[in-house]
Structure formats: C-alpha cells, structure tokens
C-alpha cells in the first residue's frame, strides 16, 4: 500500500518514517481493499505538552476514512490512530460481508 506521509513545521527523520510504514501497512491484514492512505504530522506551536498532530487518512473504495489524534507523543499519536483505524475498518468488513 502507498503511504504518503505530510510531515508540517517539522523535518521528520528516517526513523519514525518506517514507525508510521509498519504501523499503517498492518492495516491491510484487517481491510484487504485499502487504495492508499495519507499520514499528516503536525507540531502546534503552543504551550500545551499535547501539541503533536497525527491525522491518517485511508482511501477505500468507496469511501474515506480519517482519524485525527492529538497527542505528547507521534508514536503515541500513531498508534492510537491507527488502533481507531482498525475499528473502523473491521466494521466496515463486517458490513459488506452482511450485504
């Protein structure tokens, strides 16, 4: 699966590129159909320990699902992000094998 990660007023290193890769390509093992997703990190500039951004967004056919967590942490972010995700997905799985 493409992933297109965004980083925004950062420059992201090498290993937290291959962090949002494993965790998002995990993903597929719950919806086989997902096109490609799009990964935003995002650093607020406020005072706030919790300014880190993490919005994912996943293309399926026929839909788009996006989660958006605000975390200390883009670790924490992702993975929470992606815990959603697969909620998501799982459901939508479900739903289509009930059609």
């Not at 995990?26 to 995002?42: A, N």
């Not at 993490?54 to 992606?82: C, M, Q, R, Y």
């Amino acid at each position: 699966m493409k992933v297109n990660l965004h980083a925004v007023n950062f420059n992201v290193d090498k290993k937290l590129v291959d962090f949002v890769q494993e965790k998002v390509d995990k993903l597929e093992k719950y919806y086989d159909k997902i096109v490609s997703s799009d990964v935003f990190l995002k650093v607020e500039n406020t005072s706030d320990k919790e300014n880190k951004i993490v919005e994912i967004k996943i293309n399926v056919p026929g839909d788009d699902f996006v989660v958006k967590k605000i975390t200390k942490s883009f670790e924490e972010g992702i993975d929470l992000a992606v815990d959603s995700l697969e909620r998501i997905l799982v459901k939508r799985k479900e739903k289509l094998r009930t059609i």
